[in-house]
C-alpha cells in the first residue's frame, strides 16, 4: 500500500472549549485511508462522523492527535487550508441550502472561479460536473436556481463542489431526505465519481447506500471508532453492529434472520442480488 | 387575527431575528478601510418591508432599535455609542426605515411605463430609500440634539459620515434587497441566463 | 479552528437558573423593574444615584443567589470601551472652564471636573451593563414573551396589537439559535468550495461581493424556515388571541408587588437626587 492520503492519529476534538457547553465529540479516533479508497463512515447520531469529516478538509484543526491530508500536516499552522479545500472537497448535509448564484452555472462555476479560473476553461469544467452529477449542461446550465426542485438542487450543490475536481471527496449524509428516485440516482452519481479514482469518505445513516458504494467501514460510537474493515466483515459481525443501535443492510438482515432460524445459509451477503443467490443455493435449487 | 395573520407575524419575528443576528455577530458590518465600517443591519427591516408591508417593516424596525438600544448599553464599540442608549436616537429613526421602503416600492412597482423590469427597479429604490432614511434621521437628530456631545460631532463631520457611509449603505442595501427578494418572488432580470462563455465554437 | 464556532456564542445575555425568589418573579415585573431602572439611569446619572444602584444590584444578586463574581465577568468584556469613553472625555471634554487647571497644553486642558465627568461616564456604564446582566441571569428567554404580552395589555384597550407583538418576539426570541447553527453551517459550506469571505484589504463592494456565499442563503433560508412555520402552526390550528391557553401559567403575587415598589421608590431617589443637584453639593463641599 502507497503512503495514505489521509492519515489521522489519535484525534480528539471538544466543541466549545472551555465554556459550561463544551462537549466532547471525537475521542482519540485513528484511520488511516489509501489514494482511491471508498470508506463509508456509520455510527448513531452524534458520535462524531460529521466532525471528523469537517477535521479532514480544516474546517477544525487538530485539538488533540495529529491530521494528515495529502502529505499536510492540518495542525501546522502554516499550512494553506483554503488550498487544501481546493483538493479536498467536502459535501456538508443538505447542500441544496448552500446555492445563492441566481442562475446554476454560475452556482457550480463558483469554486473553480474563486481558485482563478475563467473562460472556456471554466465552462468546460462546470459542463463536466454537470455531466458528472447527472445534471444536463444544456438544459440546467442558465435554470434559476430558485425555480429547481429539491432533488435538482441538491444536485447543483454537489456539483458545486464536484467542480473543484477534488482528490479526495468528502460527503456528509448524501443521500438523507430524497425521494427514491432521486436516492438512486445520486448513488449512481457517487460510483460514477468513484470510478474517476476519487478517495471518498461518506458519513451516512443508510445501510444500504454503504452496501452499495463502499468498500471499507469505520463505525464510531461516542467519538471512538470501534470497528473498521472491509464492509463484507463488518457486517458480518451482526451483533456487534445491532448492539451498537445500528442497523445492517436490507438483505444482510435477511440472511441473518434466516440463519438465526436455523437455514445453512452464507451470511456474507450485501445486495439483493447476492441474498437471491445465497438463498437458492441453500434450497439447494443452484449450487 | 384577521389584521395580522399569522405569516407577517412569524416573517416580522424572523427578520427582527436575522437583524439582531447581524448585528450581535458583527456579520452586519462590512469593514472598509482603518476601522470604518458600514451597516447592512437594515436590510431585514427592509426586506420585511417589501415582502410583508409597513406595519411588518415598522416593527422589524422596532426591534432592530431596541436591539442597538441594548447593544449600545452593553456592548458600546463607538465614542458615540453612549448616547445611542437614548431611544429617540436608537429606536425612533428605525421605525421610519419599513414605512418608507414599503411607499417607494409599491408606488414604483405600479409605474406602468418601466416596463418589465419595474418590480426589479422597485426593489432597488426601496433599498436605496430605507436606507438613506435611516441614514438621514439618525445623523440628523444627532446634528440638531447632540451638536458638540464630542469635539469632532459637528455638521461637517455628520455631512462626511453621511456622504461617506450613507451612499455607500444604500448602495449595498439596494444589491442585497434584489438579491434576496428577487429569486423569493421568483422575479428573474438583467442577462437571464449564467455568466459562463460559450465554449463550443 | 475557532472561525468556525465563533456564532455559537450568540445568545443575549445567559439564564442562570437558581430557581430564587427573583427568578419566580412574574416575568413583566422583572421587565418592567429593569425598564424603569435603565430609563432613570439613563436619565440621570449623580455619582451618588450610581452607587446606590450598584450596592442594590449587588444585594439583588445575593437574593438571586448569582454568584457576584459571575455576573461581574460579564463587565470585563465591556472595560476596553468604558476606558476608551473615559480617556475620550478626560481629553477632550470642554466642560465648564471654572476651578483650578491640572494641567494644560495643545488643546487639552485637563480639570479635576474633567475627571469626575469621566468617572462618572465610566460608572454609569458598568452600573448599566450590571442591571441589564442581572436581568438576563435571572430571566429565561421565554419568559419575554409572557412579560411583553402583559405589559402591553393595557394598550390592547386602545387596539394596539400586543398579543402579535408578543408573538413577533417570542418568533425572533426561537430563531435566533436556529440563525447561528445555519450560518454556521452555510460558512462552512462555503468555505469547503473556495470561498473567503474577505479578510485582508480589499474595496467595499469587493467585501460585500465575498459575503453575498453567506448572507444571501442565509435571508433565503430564514424566509423558508418561515414559510414551514407558518404552515406547521396553521396545521396545529394556532389562532392567537385571548382564547389561547398558555403552557405556561404566571401569577403576580405579593413579592410582585414589592419588587415594583422598591423599583419605584429608588427610580423616585434617582430623580430626586439628579434633579437636586445633590452631586454639585457634595462636590463643592469636598472641594
Ligand atoms: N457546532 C457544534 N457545536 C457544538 N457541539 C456540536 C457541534 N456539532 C456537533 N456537536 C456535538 O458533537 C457531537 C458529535 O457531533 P457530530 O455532528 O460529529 O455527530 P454525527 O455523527 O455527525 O451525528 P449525526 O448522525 O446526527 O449527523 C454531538 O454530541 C454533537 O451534539
Ligand atoms: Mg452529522
Known sequence: MNDPIVEIRNLGHVYMAGTPFARK?????????????FIALIGPTG???????????????????????LGRDLGEPGTDLTLLRREVGLVLQNPEQQVFERYVGDDVSFGPRMSGMSGKELTGRVRWAMDQVGLDFKTYKDRPT???????RRKVGLAGVVALKPRILLLDEP??????AAHEELLECLARLRLQGTTMIMATHSMDDVAALAERVVVLDKGRAMLDG???????RADEIRSLGLELPVATAVVHELFGRGIGIRRDVLTLTEAEDAILVALGVRI | MERFPLRKIVIAGIMSAVAIFLGATGLGFISWFAG????????????????????VGMTVGFLFGLFSLIQAAVAPKSPLDPIFVYPWLSILPRLFIGPVAWIVYSSVKRLNLLGRSRSVIAMVLAGVAGSLTNTILVLGLLGVFYLGYTDWLTWPWIGSIALANGLPEAAAAAILTVAVVAPWQGVEHGRRRSRLVDDKE | MKDFEFLHNVTIGQYLPTGSVIHRLHPATKMLAAGLLVTALIISATVSGLLLVLVLTGVGLKMGRIPIGYAARGIRSVVPIIILVAVLQILFATGSDSGRVLWEGWIIKLTPRDFLVAGTTALRLVVLVLVITFFTLCTASKELTHGSERLLRPLTRIGFPAHELAMVITVALRFLPILSVQAEHLVKAQASRGADFGKGRMGLFKRLYRMMPLLVPLFIASLRRGETLVLAMEARCYTGGKDRTQLMRFQAGRTDIIAICGTGLVVGLLLTMHYSRLDEIIWTWLN
Do not use: C, W
Open chain 1, 25 to 37: 465529540s471525537l475521542d482519540a479516533v485513528s484511520l488511516a485511508v489509501a489514494e482511491g479508497e
Open chain 1, 230 to 236: 472491509p464492509v463484507r466483515e463488518i457486517f458480518s
Open chain 1, 146 to 152: 430558485f425555480a429547481l426542485s429539491g432533488g435538482e
Open chain 1, 47 to 69: 458520535s462524531g462522523k460529521s466532525t471528523i469529516l469537517q477535521h479532514i478538509n480544516g474546517i477544525y484543526t487538530p485539538q488533540t492527535g495529529s491530521v494528515r491530508v
Open chain 2, 36 to 55: 470604518v465600517s458600514i451597516t447592512i443591519m437594515m436590510v431585514p427591516v427592509i426586506i420585511a418591508a417589501v415582502m410583508e408591508g409597513p406595519v
Open chain 1, 175 to 180: 443521500t438523507a431526505g430524497l425521494d427514491p
